[in-house]
């Protein structure tokens, strides 16, 4: 008679762990898909194109290039540089030109990027640019910041710059479809979207790239709508983020090669180049001279003094906000001015 063995539960073990871990990968997949999913669906950077919802934050980048696009005729003046010199008013600089004038400053803007945009103007769109106003900051050669992800998912601009265009872009738009921030973007546009509540970007341009319209209502926290909590919010942050001096120490050399291609082609197109040094709050300046950021500001100076004035072209340092008789009082936050000190830098610029 056969004997019949009871079965032991440790005889299956291996096999049960085998199905544990493979549930698990399944699920760790299926929820990573499923993030995926909803960050192009929503895409609240509008980096993907899908138009379902509207998006927090529109890519400033690629409207500037549609805005120039569309911009006729072409100007004879190109403003660049980061958001701090957004608010230069292209009509202004037309008044005491007699120009026609685009403003193409972007947010975070690096030296790679006046590279591309000047490119861009003169070789995409042939426009007879003879004069190019570029504010440039310390920031534009950190060499601890990458270039802004608006500009790194856009083949317009990174074609300039990079070998890796495709692979680069596809790169960063399929690795931005898993981080925390687009998560959380999305479910808040998702929200206010369901909610009703407005979503729309705070930031208005006009068709010659200047803002026509801010509301800080709906902007995001760093931009509080009090002026005082919000110059008060970025003079704390800023040194500790941007100009802590373990990864701000020096120029980078990457960025001194763009600026010096930049140029190359103002000498070679016979484009005249003002270039400057936008102004700090004073208070914020006072900060970040506490944590030695004065070397940074002089090597700045210094290299672009040699290279601006080295190639025929006006530089000025505007950093220190009396330079120009400008008002301590009339900024936006600790590195924006309002239009009454940028119009007076403006006209010292162009005029003095």
């Not at 300039?160 to 808040?188: A, D, G, N, P």
């Not at 005249?272 to 004073?282: E, N």
């Amino acid at each position: 008679m056969a004997e019949f063995r009871k079965s032991n539960p440790d005889d299956n073990a291996p096999w049960r762990g085998i199905k544990v871990w493979k549930a698990l990968l399944i699920t760790f997949f299926t929820i990573l898909l499923a993030i995926g999913l909803l960050n192009c669906v929503a895409d609240p950077f509008g980096i993907y194109g899908t138009g379902i919802f509207p998006t927090l934050a529109f890519s400033q980048y690629d409207h500037k290039y549609r805005l120039f696009s569309d911009y006729e005729p072409k100007p004879e003046v190109l403003i660049i540089g980061s958001s701090r010199v957004g608010y230069i008013d292209p009509g202004l600089v037309t008044e005491l030109t007699g120009k026609r004038c685009f403003n193409w400053a972007m947010p975070a803007a690096k030296t790679e990027i006046y590279y591309s945009v000047l490119r861009i103007a003169i070789e995409e769109f042939d426009a007879p640019i003879d004069t190019v106003i570029v504010g440039v900051d310390p920031e534009a050669f950190h060499p601890g910041t990458e270039i802004h992800p608006q500009a790194r998912t856009l083949r317009i601009y990174m074609r300039y710059f990079s070998e890796e265009t495709f692979l680069s872009i596809l790169r960063e738009k399929v690795l931005r479809l898993f981080t925390i921030e687009q998560t959380l973007s999305s479910i808040e546009v998702i929200w206010k979207e369901l909610t009703g509540q407005q979503t729309a970007y705070f930031i208005t341009w006009g068709p010659d790239g200047c803002p026509v319209d801010v509301d800080y209502s709906i902007a995001p926290d760093k931009y509080i709508e009090n002026p005082d909590e919000r110059l008060e919010h970025g003079i704390i942050t800023d040194p500790q983020t941007t100009w802590h001096p373990e990864r701000f120490n020096g120029l980078s050399d990457e960025c001194k090669y763009w600026w010096e291609e930049f140029l190359k082609i103002c000498d070679e197109k016979e484009i005249q180049v003002y270039a400057f040094i936008p102004p700090y709050h004073p208070r914020l300046l006072e900060n970040l001279m506490r944590i030695d950021a004065g070397p940074i500001f002089d090597e700045t100076r210094s290299y672009l003094e040699s290279t601006v004035t080295g190639s025929g072209g006006t530089y000025r340092d505007y950093s220190i906000i009396s330079t120009f008789n400008g008002d301590p009082e009339n900024f936006l936050d600790e590195t924006h001015p309002e239009k009454e000190n940028i119009d007076l830098l403006v006209r010292d610029l162009l005029l003095n």
